[in-house]
Nanobody, 121 residues
Framework: QVQLVESGGGLVQPEGSLRLSCAAS????????MAWYRQAPGKERELVAG???????NYASSVKGRCNISRDNAKNTVYLQMNSLKPEDTAVYYC???????????????WGQGTQVTVSS
């Protein structure tokens, strides 16, 4: 069993900053890609940022230049630093990870429960 636990969400003013954290735990052999997604009311879930084990990153155009994704492989943790936040960033943010529980096992996608980020004055 693998669990992803997110933290760091909350209410922030426009132009403010938040740092989201997501720690994976359980029967983990290795973790491949990790990512942050978000879903705003009335919209589909979208990729915010992704990061490979080696540190290669990609970002949604809407957050590029304002967000930074990073990871600590020793802690099985991925972070999302968000700066210059806008009301349009308001959404539930979800952590995702590709995980093997055995070296010969399949890669399986795991998701966190989500953390609310609200940007409002």
């Amino acid at each position: 069993q693998v669990q992803l636990v997110e933290s760091g969400g909350g209410l922030v003013q426009p132009e403010g900053s938040l740092r989201l954290s997501c720690a994976a735990s359980g029967s983990i052999f290795s973790i491949n890609n990790m990512a942050w997604y978000r879903q705003a009311p009335g919209k589909e879930r979208e990729l915010v940022a992704g990061i490979t084990t080696g540190g290669t990153t990609n970002y949604a155009s809407s957050v590029k230049g304002r967000c930074n994704i990073s990871r600590d492989n020793a802690k099985n943790t991925v972070y999302l630093q968000m700066n210059s936040l806008k009301p349009e960033d308001t959404a539930v943010y979800y952590c995702a990870a590709q995980v093997r529980t055995r070296s010969w096992g399949p890669w399986t996608d795991y998701w966190g429960q989500g953390t609310q980020v609200t940007v409002s004055s």
